[in-house]
């Protein structure tokens, strides 16, 4: 039994990288799905695409620069026993901008500068740098 299962995505995204694998695959949810289009429009990831009927298969295909993964770092900040909410002027920069950070929001899932701009606050679900 999976108790975080964003937690696990990023660790198996984490790990793939730090091997260099071309791509990494993972039990689909809506959630992880919000999370890997994220990473594709901030340009961490190539591509991603779901496969499978009944129990469908996230797959994210890596992107590196020369022998170099493009995620530096992942980290999980709210996590089912500590869930942390900030409002839309609390939301942190990662790196001093170098980096996203992923808002659940009302509006969905979305960066934490999209929740910046839009002027909503959610539950900080992770760093990407």
Known sequence: MMNDPVADML???????????????????AMKESIAKILKREGYIAGFN?????????????????????????QR??????RRYVGSTEI???R????TAVVSTSRGIISGQDAR????????????W
């Open 11 to 29: 660790t198996r995204v984490r790990n793939a990288s730090r091997a260099l694998l071309p791509e990494v695959a993972m039990p689909h949810s």
């Open 50 to 74: 779901v496969s499978g009927d009944v129990k469908k298969t996230l797959k994210l295909e890596l992107k590196y620069q020369g022998r170099q993964p493009v995620i530096e770092g992942l």
């Open 77 to 82: 900040v709210s996590r089912p026993g500590l």
């Open 92 to 94: 942190p920069r990662v």
């Open 96 to 99: 001093n901008g170098m980096g």
């Open 117 to 128: 701009r839009q002027k909503v606050g959610g539950e900080l679900v992770c760093y990407i």
